[in-house]
């Protein structure tokens, strides 16, 4: 199946920096990828969807300021954290579509998540 | 937002038994999705089921899906300690555009 990467898988930063994350599709294309955050024991909550060569589109109560979406490329999203607090700690998972044909399109594939510390 | 609801929130069972989840959604959808997770890890696909379709089976996994009642169940059968993990249902609703919308989970443990 595809597969879907995520740098760092671990962080810990100080309050008041930004935090980059990579999202990469590693043998596929993806013209969409979708950012999620997790609180502990909690369920998947859709932050973002990304969209290659357009801006992101920001679910209701995400701030796209504090939260920085970039797909610069077909294989490359990136979500910044920026002037990170501690409520912003979580753990941070991304997603793909596959729109080669080679797989179905409505199947999205997840990456391994970020863990995202700030103290 | 819509969203998926799973039952139990917990469940605990012995090794061999069979562990059932149900997930409830509100809106009309394209198709139904299961994700296992272990913890602190990523999501893995289990299966999906598409809203013309009412049951579904891969391997130990049966899902069902009613349209009707909005609801889908997972079943594991002959269940093993590897199977102790979280599960959740995620709706792709018509007009969404694929964006997937999650329910709360199910901690499935696994008692050998």
């Known amino acids: 199946g595809a597969v879907v990467s995520q740098h760092p898988s671990r962080v810990i930063c100080k309050s008041g920096t930004s935090v980059k994350i990579e999202c990469r599709s590693l043998?596929?294309?993806?013209?969409?990828m979708f950012w999620y955050r997790q609180f502990p024991k909690k369920s998947l909550m859709l932050m973002a969807t990304?969209?290659?060569?357009?801006?992101?589109?920001?679910e209701q109560g995400v701030e796209k300021d504090k939260f920085l979406i970039n797909h610069a490329s077909l294989t490359l999203s990136t979500l910044t954290v920026t002037s990170a607090h501690p409520e912003d700690s979580s753990f941070y998972i991304c997603?793909?579509?596959?729109?080669?044909?080679?797989?179905?399109?409505?199947?999205?594939?997840f990456g391994p998540g970020t863990r995202l510390t700030v103290t | 937002s819509q969203q998926g609801e799973e039952d139990p929130q917990a469940l605990s069972i012995q090794e061999g038994e069979n562990a059932t989840m149900n997930c409830s959604y509100k809106?009309?959808?394209?198709?139904l999705q299961w994700y296992r997770q272990n913890s602190g890890r990523g999501l893995v696909h289990l299966i999906l089921?598409?809203?013309?379709?009412r049951e579904k089976h891969s391997g130990r996994l049966r899902v069902t899906l009613d349209t009707s009642k909005k609801s889908s169940s997972l079943l594991i059968t002959a269940s093993r300690a590897a199977d102790t993990a979280s599960y959740f249902c995620?709706?792709?609703?018509?007009?969404?555009?694929?964006?997937?919308?999650f329910g709360k989970g199910t901690l499935l443990t696994v008692n050998p």
């Open positions: 997603s793909a579509r596959d729109l080669s044909g080679r797989g179905l399109s409505y199947e999205q594939y």
């Open positions: 043998d596929f294309q993806a013209t969409t």
């Open positions: 990304s969209n290659e060569g357009s801006k992101a589109t920001y």
């Open positions: 809106t009309s959808i394209n198709n």
């Open positions: 089921i598409r809203s013309n379709e």
């Open positions: 995620a709706t792709d609703f018509r007009g969404s555009n694929y964006k997937l919308t």
